[in-house]
């Protein structure tokens, strides 16, 4: 993949929106304090790479987290480029309610802030939706992440936003 903003940063700001809402942001400890940002291929298509982001300890501890597939990204952005920003998704938590599939999603978007730095905004919304049909002979429905993401929109709940500030510190 084609990006400058490969390499593993200092975590200079963290913000979380107070629980239950977006307004206003307010400072939170940045603990791991680095953030690894490193390239993986698709799922869907292997010729297409990723972003990912991971949040790590030690430069050493993030050179470790780009070789170890199992540990779970914290940020994957999916589309975009350097000079237009990075833009992602990922699932916070799901659920049901009754007849209704419940899930929050996050959307994420990666830019460069020049001077090797980088800012990730994150906004959470909460979707509802209808669970797809069981399967013949199952009472089993289903929520699918895919429905859930396809659901968001400008008028989605927001329930939660993030900031992260951060300083470009080595390579990977």
């Not at 304090?33 to 050493?60: I, Q």
């Not at 998704?89 to 830019?111: M, W």
Request: charged share 20%; net charge negative.
């Amino acid at each position: 993949m084609d990006s400058e903003l490969l390499g593993i940063y200092q975590l200079d700001q963290y913000q979380r929106s107070e629980d239950g809402g977006c307004d206003p942001l307010i400072d939170v400890d940045p603990a791991p304090s680095r953030l690894v940002v490193y390239a993986v291929p698709s799922n869907e298509n292997p010729d297409v790479g990723v972003l990912v982001g991971k949040f790590c300890g030690t430069v050493l501890d993030c050179r470790t987290r780009v070789k170890d597939l199992s540990t779970v990204a914290n940020y994957a952005f999916f589309q975009g480029s350097d000079a237009a920003g990075w833009q992602g998704r990922g699932i916070a938590s799901q659920g049901s309610l009754g007849d209704q599939c419940l899930v929050e999603v996050q959307t994420h978007t990666l830019a460069s802030t020049g001077n090797q730095a980088i800012r990730i905004d994150t906004r959470q919304v909460e979707t509802e939706f209808m669970p797809s049909e069981p399967e013949p002979g199952s009472n089993e429905v289903t929520c699918s992440i895919r429905d859930a993401i396809e659901s968001v929109d400008d008028d989605s709940p927001c329930t939660a936003l993030f900031l992260v500030e951060a300083a470009f510190e080595t390579g990977l």
